[in-house]
Structure formats: structure tokens, C-alpha cells
């Protein structure tokens, strides 16, 4: 069974990077997409970008140029660092995986927990 | 950027009875690529749907997704306690992957 858990710092100080990993375990970081999403308390969900397990990334156009994706496959782990946070940045966030369509899959299949990220000075 | 709009933003049933639930895309979804999701408080999304109609893993018969091009919609047939959630589309059919603002079926 495929499990993903977040880790890393639940308070970040605005102006600061906010920096998470998930590591994936049961299965291999090989031949999928993974995702970072957050969630603000109370409501909807963002899509922050991708990266494939070969390190090729897309981000959201909307977070772009303060989003880094990084992956190291040798500890089946992937990163998120976001740069520069201010409190709009507060919120849960998830790593997911998502399988490769034309191997018949598509969506958002494993979520992580989630860890919630607050930032406050 | 595909713009979601889910309607109606909540929605009211009694458990056994059917739930119908829309989402509505700014334009064409490529291929189909719309997935949809059941969020319970406290607790990450699951996957119910992919591909506009393909139950995931381990997701019950009751639910089935049917739609393409802008209009999608995601059908409970007979409601049970646990199926009382915010429920919410995304497409993935290109960048940025975009979700809907959700909608909350509650127990009337």
C-alpha cells in the first residue's frame, strides 16, 4: 500500500521559505507525477505544480516565481520549497501522486495527510 | 486557465435518496481529464473518479461520472451516512490543474 507522509516546519515567518518533503513509501517514485496541493483552513483546494519522477517540473503560473519542485529518487522522497511566504501562504498541505494517463490512470490517486503550514511571525 | 464552477454549492438530501452534482468548465476539458474527489473534515481528499466516468479503486458502484467537452456530472444513486461530504472536480488536462470551489451535500 502506497503511503505519503509530509514533513517539516508547522511555522514559517513571513518573508521566509517555507520548505516541506514528502516521502513515499510501498511503492516506487518511478514512472509517476507528484504534486504539492495546499488548502487554506476553511477552504478550496490549489494545485502548486508538479514534477516527474525524471525531475521535469510545471508549476502554477500563480505561484511560479516562488515555487521550487525538487526529487531525489534515491531516498523516494520529493520537495517543496516556496519562497518569500505571507500569511496568504498559511494553509494544509498535501503531497499526492498522480499515475501517468496513457498508462490508464489519471487524477490525484495517493494523498498524504496533509501538514498544516502557518505563517506568523 | 479552466475555470470549475460546481453547482449547487450545497446541497440538502435525506440518506437513500440520489445526489446529483455539476461542474461546469470555462472551456472544453481535453480528453476527458476530469477527476472528482470526496473531502470529509479533518481528512485528505480521495479519489472517486477519473477520466469524467472511471470509478477509482476501491470507490463503491453508487458513485459514476458521466460528462465531456464543458459540462460534467457526478451521481450518487443512493445516498449513505458516510457519503455526506464536500465534494470537488479537477481537471488535469493542462497547466495549472485547476479544482472546483466544492460542493457540500449535507443530511437534511
Known amino acids: 500500500q502506497v503511503q505519503l507522509q509530509e514533513s517539516g516546519p508547522g511555522l514559517v515567518k513571513p518573508s521566509e521559505t517555507l520548505s516541506l518533503t514528502c516521502t513515499v513509501s510501498?511503492?516506487?517514485?518511478?514512472?509517476?507525477?507528484w504534486s504539492w496541493i495546499r488548502q487554506p483552513p476553511g477552504k478550496g483546494l490549489e494545485w502548486i505544480g508538479y514534477i516527474y519522477y525524471s525531475g521535469s517540473t510545471i508549476y502554477n503560473p500563480s505561484l511560479k516565481s516562488r515555487v521550487t519542485i525538487s526529487v531525489d529518487t534515491s531516498k523516494n522522497q520529493f520537495s517543496l520549497k516556496l519562497s518569500s511566504v505571507t500569511a496568504a501562504d498559511t494553509a494544509m498541505y498535501y503531497c499526492v501522486r498522480e499515475p501517468v494517463v496513457a498508462a490508464g490512470g489519471g487524477g490525484f490517486d495517493y494523498w498524504g495527510q496533509g501538514t498544516l503550514v502557518t505563517v506568523s511571525s | 486557465e479552466v475555470v470549475l464552477t460546481q453547482s449547487p454549492g450545497t446541497l440538502s438530501l435525506s440518506p437513500g435518496e440520489g445526489a446529483t452534482l455539476s461542474c461546469r468548465a470555462s472551456q472544453s476539458v481535453r480528453s476527458s481529464y476530469l477527476a472528482w474527489y470526496q473531502q470529509k473534515p479533518g481528512q485528505a481528499p480521495r479519489l472517486l473518479i477519473y477520466?469524467?466516468?472511471n470509478r477509482a479503486t476501491g470507490i463503491p458502484d453508487r458513485f459514476s461520472g458521466s460528462g465531456s467537452g464543458t459540462d460534467f456530472t457526478l451521481t450518487i444513486s443512493r445516498l449513505e451516512p458516510e457519503d455526506f461530504a464536500v465534494y470537488y472536480c479537477q481537471h488535469y488536462g493542462s497547466s495549472p490543474y485547476t479544482f472546483g470551489q466544492g460542493t457540500r451535500l449535507e443530511i437534511k
Open positions: 510501498g511503492g516506487s517514485i518511478s514512472g509517476y507525477y
Open positions: 477520466g469524467a466516468s
